[in-house]
Each structure stands twice: as structure tokens, then as C-alpha cells.
């Protein structure tokens, strides 16, 4: 079965990669002009769509936040 994507690849005349949505046709820069990064960015951004699970991939086993701190308190003064 083939499924299309949610979003696809374009490049604009000075030759920076941009993503657009299919369904309602909101696009982005890719921020690149390198068409390999630009595709490896484009496959990331469907993955991720398609499976959700893995932007949970910023948490450890315990769900707490990686890029959050830990806070300590202190018991008994």
C-alpha cells in the first residue's frame, strides 16, 4: 500500500529547500540549500507524523524532561 506523505519537498528560485503540507498547504523553510539535508529533514518530518512515538525520544525511561533541569528539595531543615 502507498501512502502519500504528508509533506513534500520544493525548492524556491535562490535555492533553499522548503516543506509543504498537503493538506492545507502551510510551508516552512528547511533552512538549507543542500538537497541531501533537506531530503533527510523532509523524511524526519514524516516519520515523525506518521509515528508519534518517537517524539517522545527528549524523555528518559521515567517521563521525565531531558532538556528540563532536574529540582532538588531538601527534607527536614
Known sequence: ???????????RRKGKFYWQENGSKKQATL?????????????AKNEAHCQPALNLS?????????DRPPTFSTIGS
Open 58 to 66: 527528549r524523555r528518559d525511561p521515567c517521563g521525565v524532561d531531558i
Open 1 to 11: 500500500m502507498n501512502v502519500q506523505e504528508k509533506y513534500q519537498l520544493y525548492r
Open 31 to 43: 533552512g538549507t540549500d543542500d538537497r541531501r539535508e533537506a531530503e533527510r529533514l523532509l523524511k
